[in-house]
């Protein structure tokens, strides 16, 4: 039998719609939304530089969490 490792990092896939704001507000909902965002996108800058217009896709996996020290 194969051992389940856990991630290293929290992370989510976004809904079909979800923004910045819409996921932040889900992964953290004691925070305000817009320190929510800016630690998000802090997270994963592969994201936040792609080419415009590009939008989140269901397929992206959003890290919830900062990178280990």
């Not at 896939?13 to 939304?33: C, K, T």
């Not at 997270?43 to 896709?57: Q, S």
């Amino acid at each position: 039998m194969h051992p389940i490792i856990p991630p290293v990092r929290p992370w989510t896939y976004p809904n079909e719609g979800d923004n910045w704001q819409s996921i932040a507000a889900r992964a953290f909902p004691e925070r305000s939304v817009e320190e929510a965002v800016a630690d998000l996108q802090s997270w994963n800058l592969y994201l936040v530089f792609r080419p415009a217009p590009a939008m989140l896709t269901c397929s992206d996996i959003v890290f919830t969490g900062p990178p280990p020290a």
